[in-house]
């Protein structure tokens, strides 16, 4: 029970710091087992399954690549006020 305690809490803590940072930092969350991560969190992310052939790993390329512009762009624009 403790565990889960602590579990809930270090999520609860990294939700508040995406909410108080999500327009001026980008987050990138790597984990083994997506169904573990509670939807608050996962609702907050674009979701890259890894586990694909070389034809579906060019195209997780090219998404990555528009959401780093994406990002990029939006930082242009806070930072230009």
């Known amino acids: 029970i403790a565990n889960k305690v602590v579990i809930a809490a270090a999520f609860a803590a990294l939700r508040a710091t995406i909410e108080q940072y999500h327009k001026t930092a980008r987050f990138i969350l790597t984990c083994?087992?997506?169904?573990?991560?509670p939807e608050p969190i996962k609702s907050r992310f674009d979701l890259i399954d890894y586990?694909?052939?070389?034809?579906?790993?060019?195209?997780?390329v090219d998404?990555?690549?528009?959401?780093i512009r994406k990002s990029e762009k939006?930082?242009?624009?806070i930072k230009e006020g």
Do not use: C, D, G
Request: without cysteine.
């Open 63 to 67: 998404q990555v690549a528009s959401i």
């Open 51 to 60: 586990n694909f052939t070389q034809e579906e790993l060019l195209k997780s």
């Open 32 to 37: 083994n087992y997506v169904e573990k991560i």
């Open 74 to 77: 939006a930082m242009i624009n």
